[in-house]
Nanobody, 131 residues
């Protein structure tokens, strides 16, 4: 059974940092597209970072230069390092992952988010940034 478990959320002051983790079981991350999404109250879910083993990493403009996605395949875990946090970053953060089809490349951020979002999802972790 494929499972994703997010952790690392919490309450932090503006300007602070958090590192979210997305731990996988039931599959390995080394040939997958993995996306980080967030949803704030009353807002639609948005993709903020996505990576695939064949295409590299993508970031939404709202988090570029502040957030970094990375993976530790030995631990089967993907991380989202979040620096210079702002109150508008307050949301529930989710990871989603889907195995890449043989020979496929995603080629764009939009494709990466769409592709990953059809896969398995974690339960989410709350991030609250106080001003």
């Amino acid at each position: 059974e494929v499972q994703l478990v997010e952790s690392g959320g919490g309450l932090v002051q503006a300007g602070g940092s958090l590192r979210l983790s997305c731990a996988a079981s039931g599959f390995r991350f080394d040939d997958y597209a993995i996306g980080w999404f967030r949803q704030a109250p009353g807002k639609e879910r948005e993709g903020i970072s996505c990576m695939s083993s064949r295409d590299g990493s993508y970031y939404a403009d709202s988090v570029k230069d502040r957030f970094t996605i990375s993976s530790d395949n030995a631990k089967n875990t993907v991380y989202l390092q979040m620096n210079s946090l702002k109150p508008e970053d307050t949301a529930v953060y989710f990871c989603a992952a889907r195995r890449l089809r043989p020979g496929w490349s995603l080629l764009s951020a939009a494709n990466c988010y769409t592709y990953a979002s059809v896969g398995s999802w974690g339960q989410g972790t709350q991030v609250t940034v106080s001003s």
